[in-house]
């Protein structure tokens, strides 16, 4: 499917055999040198029977502000060894979006609405006869129900329509053409494929800018992804690439993540007893010096 679900992608598959029904995942930092920070940050998933994601959630963080409150004394042994006083607490506060996914009968993404507060943005999808996308509208939308947690359609104002075409090169190489809500084109794509259908490289030009992108993937002799990277020209010269290894049953292991040949993260992911769901991660943040403690909590059908 050319249009990602979310920031994350599951396997309908592996969800639906092990009857997760949702997933809920907390995040706290731990700075070098420092005691653990918990910043209120967090992110979840919710999937129907069949293992597709139909819901998502993740915080943004809007401000932080420092507050003065009491404190009583600690003692030790009958003795205080801080008294009570007044001190300074930073608090965190975050803005939560929340995501729903929309599918055809072909379990096709043909529609995901965004909400952040009490605005909607809308993005709606049609395909053509080889299931590529064909077009999509973005819209902004209106919600007039008097129960925020259940949508129902107010005002809809289409801000932008995006159209695209097309051309079998090769039976592993396609053309890719897109246009604008004039119907002219602005960007022009060649995308690559192995002899499995895996995607290997998409190459995009913009027609009147010197701007451009490479996105490329590489698989092992088993299918596994093992690198990813992408080249851009947009706001300087970037070059960013991950490296993923496994285990010997095939089980994601680490994620290395670099910019411009400068690591920057390390992912290391732990599972459960049976090597299927990961339980926690470990990222080390070497740009910020700091680590991300990320735990995994899930519910079932």
């Known amino acids: 499917m050319d249009v990602a679900v979310g920031p994350v992608h599951f396997n309908p598959d592996i969800i639906k055999k092990n009857k997760i029904r ?48 009491e404190v009583p004394a600690i003692k030790k042994r009958g003795k205080i060894v801080r008294p009570a006083g007044k001190r300074l607490v930073t ?25 952040a507060g009490d605005y909607y943005d809308a993005y709606y999808y049609e395909y053509n006869e080889q299931n590529q996308i064909r077009k999509e509208l973005h819209c902004k939308e209106t919600n007039i129900s008097e129960n925020k947690k259940e949508f129902k359609m107010g005002v809809q104002t289409l801000l932008s329509v995006e159209t695209f075409e097309y051309l079998q090169l090769t039976a592993t190489q396609i053309k890719k053409r897109c246009l604008n809500d004039e119907g002219r084109e602005y960007k022009k794509a060649i995308i690559n494929y192995d002899s499995k259908g895996n995607k290997l490289s998409e190459n995009y030009e913009f ?20 690198k990813q990277s992408i080249v851009s020209n947009e706001g300087g010269d970037v070059n960013e690439y991950s490296i ?12 290395h993540k670099f910019k411009n040949n400068q690591l920057t993260e390390e992912i290391n992911y ?8 990961i339980k926690s991660e470990v990222n080390r943040d070497h740009k910020n010096a700091s680590i991300d403690i990320v735990k995994y909590a899930y519910t079932f059908y």
């Open 270 to 277: 732990m599972y459960d007893e049976g090597n299927v769901l």
């Open 22 to 69: 949702s997933i809920a995942i907390t995040i706290v930092d731990k700075p070098d040198g420092t005691v653990i920070i918990d910043k209120g940050e967090s992110k979840g998933y919710e999937f129907d029977d069949a293992g597709y994601v139909t819901r998502y959630y993740y915080t943004v963080l809007n401000k932080i502000q420092t507050e003065e409150v």
């Open 91 to 115: 608090k965190y506060i975050n803005d939560t979006i929340f995501v729903n996914v929309f599918y055809d009968d072909q379990k096709r993404l043909v529609g995901k609405r965004v909400r």
């Open 244 to 255: 993923y290894e496994y285990v010997k049953n095939g089980v994601l292991l680490t994620e």
């Open 207 to 226: 027609m009147v800018s010197w701007m451009r992108q490479e996105k490329a993937w590489q698989y092992d002799d088993n299918g596994k992804l093992v």
